[in-house]
């Protein structure tokens, strides 16, 4: 390859952290203001927070959804809902909580603090970044739409054929769904190849694989299982839609079509999406886990070789969500023995967590209280799933509550329970300010005792054989004080969640402001202040140890000193460093977008799209097509000011 | 718990980066790695796509096949379309990075001129058929794998034709080119797949006839 240009490269100055370096970093970082601003932006600290966001409001929705159910079903023979709104709800409320609150709150999280814990200013792409974000809130908006349409979908989360086909469910009902879903899927890759690209190409320099924190090994490991798993949901609603509008025999049994088709598909996506929603919430436990327990994380490199395991032996498993649908004997033993096999790494985690407490001096804080209980919730999960990994069991198991039982622990216990810890503990990085501890127990007590009040009940609800999705239950069954225990359960819980709202409302506006490093944590978010400044880091950071933050202290650890207040100075427009994969050496300076409202304008013509195509509006549906190809075009015109054409602005 | 700042050494005399790359050059910057992880997940898109087809190949037999196989008449003049295409576009990369804008341009434009070719005589060969998307579950996916592929190629079109006007824009040169390598690897991307498609599709049906 020929030289390059000397006007293509450059040497950065290396220089101490000064006043007027900061000055000039906030001149050239500063957002846009007013709505132009607003709609614009490409801060990964302002999109993290607003997923987040976005992502809790699903959450709330999704538990009304829930409470308006547990309502129904606390007594035999209750009339509080009808057959068809029952349908509604309980497909409505695995939507939400599955889809639009489980991976999306964990995304806010990861996109908050990806940068942040890396050394790096903003994401690899941030104007894709806040596409995702747009495309998240539209295919959420666009769902729930449905409502307003009468037409709810209504056929679980699932959804199978063929009672999804159109013969049985008539209404716009799964169009709904099936074209959001979609969309949302088109959000998630493009979020997983901006974490992947992330991680791979912008860790700072020194901050070779094995010392970066478990919550991006675990955000980037189910990015890649993102890639490798979305297409399979989106393929598989898009030939329902088909199916349902174009009269196609992919699911229906007349003319050669399977319904078993769709489970598979289905489940080849939704079974690593069990861990995809699972594992950053465990890499957040991870890195929280030890800064309570004033230590390093016990086998940091067996939690990190367990967390990809689980990963790849996730895409194996998805039969054992079909042993009852009469498939080959041979196929039930594979799967059966592929889903105990992944109680390993699961049990790897689980130890080393526990030997982190074990083995440090825990200091107990409401993050502390969610991050270790959340052990608690994975035993409990765990033990359930082993039981429906045989396949004998299952068969009796499965369609009960016994199901339900173990999925709630799941995604509660192992999601839920981590993201609260993770709020608890980034929050004052997040706003500057610290929530109340004594507030933030009471909730936690609440949450923790209602969940479990709620939830451990229904295992004996499912083997005394109460199926799932049934709107009401007769008197003689004997199941009316069990679903009373779960329904009581729910309402404390609900109100443990009222509390963190309150908490988090108390804090953001009155709580005592943070200092940079209010837990003495050792990753380098907590270097910067609290909240951050727009460019993260006034020098680029080099990291000589997995604790740069806690050098000195744990002896021999790091191979030389971290370097925080003193480095490259990238300061000639939106820079940031981009670093080798494997071992993190400097590579080259890459020039960040500025706010851009393409993202957003390409998102609105999409979801027009989409929704013209719901209405069969086939011409408004080419147009908006062509003018989101517009607005791509547009978005990815070659700049100057990004180092991407001949013309050299380098000021 | 204590409120510490982080310790850190104020001063590193052996703190030194070298020269660096600035902006998106020779094809290193993060442009073309995003774009090798959406062909990631577009080869994945494929694999289910193939499945699909496969699973219902496997469970039906040659009774599920229409009683006129998929012919060549058509498939093999698409088959040399693209792969001339991607010679074409290649040689259109190879120009930038000589510098050489001109090439580039017309390369490119000519790459998007072969693949609207691919698509005009895919849908000759729709018209062709004697069965339409929803007379039968391999119609429905005769159609649905050939139009996955046929979308991608109309994008990947519509990407040559941007690079091209760009090029030609003189956007670019030997090393500020990414837009023109990451357009030039969707393309080959496009290509390869079909490979994998024209087997299923074309190919296997008379295997195991």
């Not at chain 1, 490991?221 to 890639?227: D, K, Q, R």
């Not at chain 2, 005399?13 to 442009?31: I, V």
């Not at chain 2, 003189?170 to 496009?190: C, L, M, Q, T």
Request: with cysteine; hydrophobic share 50%.
């Amino acid at each position: 390859m020929p030289e390059l240009p000397a006007r293509y490269t450059r040497e950065p100055a290396i220089e101490p952290v000064t006043p007027d370096l900061r000055e000039r970093l906030d001149r050239i970082w500063e957002g846009g203001s007013g709505l132009r601003g607003w709609f614009g932006t490409v801060d990964h600290k302002i999109l993290g927070i607003r997923y987040i966001i976005t992502a809790f409001v699903f959450l709330l929705l999704g538990g009304i959804e829930a409470l308006a159910m547990r309502v129904q079903l606390a007594g035999p023979d209750q009339t509080f809902l009808t057959p068809e709104q029952y349908n509604e709800l309980f497909s409505m409320h695995g939507i939400t909580m599955i889809f639009l609150y489980a991976l999306p709150i964990l995304s806010g999280f990861s996109i908050f603090l990806f940068p942040l814990l890396i050394g790096a200013r903003d994401m690899a792409f941030p104007r894709l970044n806040a596409f995702s974000w747009w495309v998240f809130l539209f295919s959420g908006l666009f769902i729930y739409a449905s409502f307003f349409a009468g037409a709810v979908p209504n056929a679980g989360w699932f959804n199978y054929p063929p009672y999804a086909l159109k013969q049985f469910n008539p209404g716009m009902n799964m169009d709904f769904y099936a074209l959001g879903m979609i969309l949302l899927g088109i959000s998630t890759t493009t979020g997983s190849i901006n974490f992947v690209i992330t991680f791979l190409r912008l860790r700072a320099p020194g901050m070779s694989f094995n010392r970066t924190p478990v919550i991006l090994w675990g955000t980037t490991t189910i990015s890649v299982g993102n890639l490798l798993a979305v297409p399979a949901v989106s393929l598989a609603f898009f030939l329902l839609w088909l199916d349902r509008q174009y009269g196609t025999h992919f699911y229906g049994v007349e003319d050669g079509g399977k319904p078993l088709l769709w489970q598979h598909l289905f489940w080849l996506f939704a079974h690593p999406w069990v861990y995809i929603i699972v594992l950053p919430a465990m890499g957040m436990v991870s890195d929280i886990l030890p800064v309570f327990c004033r230590r390093p994380l016990v086998g940091y490199s067996l939690v990190v070789l367990a967390t990809v395991a689980t990963m790849i032996l996730g895409f194996g498993v998805w039969v054992h969500h079909m042993f009852a649908t009469g498939i080959p004997f041979l196929s039930l033993s594979y799967f059966s023995g592929a889903s105990f096999i992944i109680t390993i790494p699961s049990a790897v985690s689980v130890f080393a967590w526990v030997a982190t407490i074990w083995w440090g001096r825990p200091v107990i804080k409401t993050a502390f209280l969610y991050a270790s209980s959340f052990i608690v919730m994975f035993v409990i999960a765990g033990v359930s799933g082993v039981m429906t990994a045989s396949v004998p069991a299952d068969l009796q198991l499965h369609d009960t509550y016994f199901v339900l039982a173990h999925l709630h622990y799941t995604i509660v216990g192992i999601n839920l329970f981590g993201v609260l810890a993770g709020l608890y503990f980034w929050f004052p990085k997040m706003t500057g300010r610290m929530l109340d501890e004594r507030l933030g127990r009471i909730a936690f007590w609440c949450v923790f005792l209602g969940f479990n009040l709620a939830f451990l009940p229904m295992h004996w609800t499912g083997l005394m054989g109460m199926p799932r999705r049934i709107y009401t239950y007769p008197d003689a069954a004997g199941w009316g004080w069990l679903n009373m225990l779960t329904t009581v359960g729910s309402f404390v819980m609900a109100a443990g969640i009222l509390l963190v709202l309150i908490n988090v409302a108390q804090g953001r506006w009155f709580g005592r402001r943070a200092a940079p490093n209010p837990w003495d944590a050792p990753t380098l978010e907590w270097a910067v202040s609290s909240p951050p400044p727009a460019y993260n880091f006034a020098v680029q950071p080099v990291v000589a140890g997995r604790h740069p933050l806690w050098e000195g202290r744990l002896g021999g650890e790091a191979t030389g000193r971290s370097s925080l207040d003193h480095g490259p100075v990238l300061d000639r427009g939106k820079e940031q460093l981009v670093t080798s994969m494997l071992d993190g050496e400097p590579l080259l300076v890459s020039k960040v977008a500025e706010d851009s409202l393409w993202p957003f304008f390409a998102t609105l013509a999409m979801t027009g799209f989409f929704a013209a195509l719901l209405y069969h509006w086939t011409w408004t549906a080419a147009a908006l097509g062509i003018v989101t190809l517009l607005c791509g075009l547009f978005w990815n015109w070659p700049r100057a000011s990004l180092g991407q054409v001949r013309e050299v602005r380098d000021d | 718990m204590t409120e510490t700042t982080h310790r850190i050494p104020d001063t590193q005399a052996d703190l030194s980066f070298g020269r660096l790359t600035l902006g998106s050059t020779d094809a290193r910057g993060n442009g073309w790695f995003g774009m090798a992880a959406l062909v990631t997940t577009e080869a994945c898109l494929f694999a289910y796509l193939l499945f699909s087809y496969y699973y219902m190949a496997l469970h039906y037999g040659r009774d599920w096949l229409p009683p006129e196989l998929p012919g060549f008449k058509f498939s093999i003049p698409m088959t040399a379309l693209l792969f001339t295409s991607s010679v074409v576009v290649w040689i259109g990369e190879r120009g930038i990075k000589q510098g050489r804008s001109a090439v580039c341009a017309i390369a490119l434009a000519g790459g998007a001129l072969l693949g609207i070719a691919f698509v005009a005589l895919e849908a000759t060969e729709w018209a062709d058929k004697d069965f339409t998307i929803s007379t039968d579950s391999y119609s429905s996916l005769y159609f649905t794998v050939t139009g996955f592929h046929m979308a991608h190629v109309v994008g990947g079109v519509i990407m040559l034709l941007a690079v091209a006007l760009w090029t030609a824009l003189g956007k670019f040169d030997a090393h500020r080119r990414d837009p023109v390598s990451i357009a030039a690897f969707y393309w080959h991307f496009v290509d390869v797949v079909w490979v994998a498609v024209f087997t299923t599709i074309y190919v296997t049906p008379h295997l195991f006839n």
